[in-house]
């Protein structure tokens, strides 16, 4: 099980949003806290190994990566691939909430260590639907209504105005293009 500490969106959607007059950081996309608390119950659940920390790299699917797509984000510095915190994190951040997630690695990514099977996959997948989720509501009961981990502070109050919005992102020093 990963618990994911960053992320590359390399989906194809762009300018998701909720049109919201915020600055959005994602420094540090997920909750240490939310973290904290899905790692303690998915060790309780006894599913495998664990891991704190992770880059997750979210791809649009449905379809699977290639070879050289798996290769690439390998070297990118992703650890897991999958096609669910994305635009979610970015989103959360916008509403102000926390944002933490646990994956169950179900297969190897394309050309690492050996072909994944169908039947591993599905089984992994349906079997261990219940525990997953019993991690998520373990985790979710024990998570206070305030907290102090940070998050919210991790969204500001726009830089655009009315005047530059739509002009493209903003810019430290002189602009290249103009
Ligand atoms: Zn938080």
Redesign the pocket.
């Known amino acids: 099980m990963v618990i994911p500490d960053d992320y590359m969106d390399q989906s194809m959607r762009k300018d998701v949003g909720l049109g919201g007059p915020y600055l959005l950081i994602m420094r540090r996309p997920t ?4 973290r904290r608390r899905l790692a303690e119950a998915a060790r309780r659940a006894e599913l495998g190994r664990v891991f704190e920390r992770g880059v997750y790299a979210n791809t649009d699917g449905r379809h699977f990566e290639s070879v050289a797509e798996v290769r690439a984000l390998r070297m990118m510095g992703a650890d897991v691939i999958g096609q669910s915190m994305c635009p979610e994190v970015y989103l959360a951040r916008e509403i102000g909430a ?1 944002y933490a997630r646990v994956d169950l690695v179900v297969n190897y990514a394309e050309g690492v260590v050996r072909d994944w099977r169908h039947e591993e996959l599905r089984e992994l997948f349906f079997r261990e639907s219940r525990a997953v989720g019993q991690i998520l509501l373990d985790a979710l009961r024990e998570t206070p209504a305030e ?1 102090e ?3 919210r502070d991790l969204r500001k109050d726009t830089l655009l105005t009315k005047d530059n919005a739509g002009k493209g992102e903003m810019r430290v020093g002189p602009d290249p293009a103009v």
């Open positions: 909750c240490p806290s939310g926390c907290e981990c940070g998050c």
